[in-house]
Structures are given as C-alpha cells and as structure tokens.
C-alpha cells in the first residue's frame, strides 16, 4: 500500500495539475484495515 500512495504523492508533486479520476485500484482489504487501525487503535478486528 505505502509504495502506491508514495507513486501517487511523486505524480503528483510531478504534475500538481493532474486529475486522479479513480484512486479505486489503489484500494484493497488490507489497506482499509491499516487505515482504519491507524485511526482507532482499540479497533478489533
């Protein structure tokens, strides 16, 4: 996952013009389980 968020953040930084029209592809379980965790650490899962 960091390695495709930190892909997004150089094109970006590229091209601060640039429309990401779906990030969809860049989403997956393990992901959104990281990101939930890192919001609420007395999540169980």
Known sequence: METKLLKI???ARQN???KFT???HYINKESTFQVVKSQKPKAKF
């Open 22 to 24: 779906s990030l969809y």
């Open 16 to 18: 601060p013009k640039e």
């Open 9 to 11: 953040a150089e094109i």
